[in-house]
């Protein structure tokens, strides 16, 4: 079974750059596509960033153009650079397989803050 770590989040101001970083315990090399989720308080959890096995990228409208995903499958890594952050991508960030996550595989994700 696949177990997800995420890191890397912390308080910005506007304008700034993190980089997250998901570690999975097992083999995510046979996971088709792995993602980038985030959550705000109140608001469901959706995907920002999704990368195929073999490297092909998408991203939601609002992040296109500031957040890059990558993926090294034999580290078992996911990354996500966020740059030209704004408050509204203030929430709590996981990984996971995309479309459908794995079962009882999420993490405790990571908050990134971004001020205003």
């Known amino acids: 079974q696949v177990q997800l770590v995420e890191s890397g989040g912390g308080l910005v101001q506007a304008g700034g750059s993190l980089g997250l970083s998901c570690a999975a315990s097992?083999?995510?090399?046979?996971?088709?596509?792995m993602g980038w989720y985030r959550q705000a308080p109140g608001k469901q959890r959706d995907v920002v960033a999704a990368?195929?096995?073999?490297?092909?990228?998408n991203y939601a409208d609002s992040v296109k153009g500031r957040f890059t995903i990558s993926r090294d499958n034999a580290k078992n890594m996911v990354y996500l650079q966020m740059n030209s952050l704004k408050p509204e991508d203030t929430a709590v960030y996981y990984c996971?397989?995309?479309?459908?996550?794995?079962?009882?595989?999420w993490g405790q994700g990571t908050q990134v803050t971004v001020s205003s």
């Open positions: 990368i195929t096995r073999g490297g092909i990228t």
């Open positions: 996971n397989a995309v479309p459908l996550a794995i079962p009882g595989s």
């Open positions: 097992g083999n995510i090399f046979s996971i088709r596509t």
